[in-house]
């Protein structure tokens, strides 16, 4: 096997595709009831005609250039104007609010930010500040700026195919801030090829995949995963308009290649739940004569009967899920990255082993320290911290190893298991410590909970703040239908609690009203619970639930407390 070159840089893979492959079809964007198509020649050329305008601009090369959209094939072409024009690209969640649309942009020292959809309109407008040139997507909202179409018909194509080397900056990916302010994290070009050319070979990947991009492109799993990998293959990609046309966009895709996280695979299977009750869909499943052609239906429905392979990240997925997913045809498995490393781990299809990421790809170090700690040497360690020498050799052992703050364990034959994060392991009143993450995960599990959070930092036991779904917020209005949810839950918890030390035992179940969201800063843009924060919120009560002696507790007064009675209060 030849080793990689300049040739398979993100750049150069563009220009092969648009002399090799021009009129096939690239990118694939619905918009308004309408669905329109660039082949490779078109995505090219609108790209080489923004980055003129970009070189007009005459700003020293290796400028900050933004993204603040949603994904969208405009997102697309303009990071390959900004690298054309000799820039680096800095992506901004379209989530984040105006203030740290602000801190991102003036720490970048960002030129020019790249505009469309958001999830917060006024990001658009407080969040940029003074001096910074707007260019406006069509799926922008407003007048702000240059817009896009003008741009791409008033200037000529960039001449010739500027090239860029391997080790030139070519992005700054800001984190997604579980924890403390996002850190701009560098990473050149030589860094995806060296993923791309990996993974191509790890999975068995052809230029006939049709990924959908949905995630955020500014989380390195999509940047790597989905953006790097298929400018490398040479693939069609497809864009989704928004969740109200999520389900028809999947439709449309057919994905071979399918990314997700543990909360949206959860609501699929809610999904098939609430069409096909559980009990009754297992009974299905388990006659041989129905069970083959209704596990090809329900997968067809969810739209994942083409996808060859689907990987899940961002979080842990609970076993369950994994095995339902699995048990229907799908062939899923578990993933491994950070925003630091980009994607080091991935279930290799026929090795599957629940409960663990995969092995390392060929080429990367990866080693639990004396602590636990996962540390990982690899050509995709990122270049350092943007701005931040400290920040930087403090990330790295002294031998080159990135240290990921992740526990892990790593079998004989390197299957690796996450076992939580070194920052989030909390030691109890008795002394002991907890990993939430595991214990989270299973809990997570029951159809009932949208997302919940361990907590427990000087009690005697832990306990777990639970947000419920929708669908059991509204059967909890009915008395019997919240004590059908608590029961439920109660012997979730205990059958949980059958296979854990004493000391990590959940003592009782707290439900919250909600909502976790991005907006409110309890959940990140890649959906991953914002712990602190969520602690934060809760703290006031948190001093009250502990003193109660019961297994289930409500957040808001009165509490209704399920041993002694639906109903009853405590005051």
């Known amino acids: 096997m030849r080793s990689p070159t300049q040739d398979d840089l993100p750049l150069e893979c563009v220009y092969r595709w648009e002399r090799e492959r021009p009129h096939r079809i690239f990118l694939t964007q619905p918009s308004g009831g309408q669905v329109r198509d660039w082949t490779w020649a078109q995505a090219a050329g609108e790209a080489r005609r923004i980055a003129s305008y970009l070189k007009a601009q005459n700003w020293e090369p290796g400028s900050r250039i933004a993204i603040l959209s949603k994904n969208c094939a405009w997102w697309m072409m ?16 379209p989530s984040l609010k105006a203030q740290s649309v602000l801190k991102i942009l003036e720490h970048s020292e960002s030129r020019a930010c790249f505009l469309g959809a958001t999830d917060e309109r006024e990001a658009m407008y407080s969040g940029l500040p003074p001096g910074v040139l707007c260019i406006r997507f069509p799926t922008a909202v407003g007048t702000a700026g240059a817009s896009w179409d003008d741009l791409a018909a008033g200037y000529s194509p960039i001449a010739g195919n500027p090239r860029r080397e391997a080790d030139d900056l070519a992005t700054i990916l800001y984190t997604s801030g579980t924890t403390g302010t996002p850190k701009g994290v560098m990473h050149s070009f030589a860094n995806f090829r060296f993923f791309t050319w990996s993974v191509k070979d790890w999975l068995g990947l052809t230029d006939a995949e049709r990924i959908l991009s949905y995630l955020p492109l500014a989380h390195v799993v999509e940047r790597a995963g989905v953006e790097a990998l298929s400018l490398f293959l040479g693939c069609h990609l497809f864009f989704s308009e928004g969740l109200e046309t999520f389900r028809s966009d999947l439709a449309r895709a057919r994905p071979t290649l399918f990314q997700s996280v543990p909360r949206l695979l959860l609501k699929f299977q809610q999904g098939v739940f609430a069409k096909i009750p559980k009990e009754k869909l297992d009974r299905l499943l388990s006659i041989p004569v129905v069970s083959h052609v209704l596990k090809k239906r329900v997968l067809h429905e969810l739209a994942l009967d083409t996808a060859r392979y689907a990987v899940c990240g961002a979080a842990p997925l609970p076993t369950d899920i994994l095995l339902w997913y699995r048990n229907l045809g799908l062939e899923l498995g578990e993933g491994y990255g950070m925003t630091e490393i980009l994607i080091t781990h ?6 599957v082993r629940p409960g663990y990421v995969g092995c390392a790809m060929p080429g990367i170090e990866a080693k639990a320290g004396p602590d636990g700690e996962l540390l990982v040497r690899s050509p995709m360690n990122m270049l350092g911290y943007y701005k931040d020498p400290q920040g930087t050799r403090d990330a790295f052992t002294p031998d080159g190893f990135f240290r990921t703050g992740d526990v892990v364990e790593i079998d004989a034959d390197g299957q690796m298991r996450i076992i939580g994060r070194l920052k989030e392991q909390f030691k109890t009143s008795k002394g002991k410590y907890v990993a939430p993450a595991p214990i989270e995960s299973k809990l997570a599990a029951h159809p009932a909970v949208e ?11 832990p306990f ?5 779904t929708q669908e059991a917020r509204e059967r909890c209005t009915l008395p019997e239908g919240q004590r059908e949810i608590e029961q439920s839950l109660l012997g979730q918890m205990a059958a949980i609690n059958a296979q854990l030390d004493p000391h990590e035992r959940v003592a009782f179940l707290a439900f919250a009203d909600g909502p976790w969201t991005i907006a409110n800063g309890l959940i990140t843009p890649t959906l991953k619970v914002k712990r602190a924060a969520l602690e934060g919120r809760y703290q006031a009560l948190i001093d009250k639930w502990k003193e109660q002696e019961h297994r289930v507790v409500w957040e808001s007064a009165p509490y209704i407390v399920a041993q002694t009675g639906a109903g009853q209060t405590v005051n």
Not at 346 to 351: A, D, E, H, V, W
Not at 451 to 461: D, F, R, T
Not at 464 to 468: D, G, H, K, N, T
């Open 78 to 93: 303009a990071d390959l104007a900004i690298w054309m024009a000799g820039h680096v690209s800095v992506p901004i969640y």
């Open 346 to 351: 991935l279930s290799r299809p026929g090795s």
């Open 451 to 461: 997302a919940c959070c361990l907590v427990g930092a000087g009690l005697p036991s």
């Open 464 to 468: 777990a703040i639970v947000l419920l």
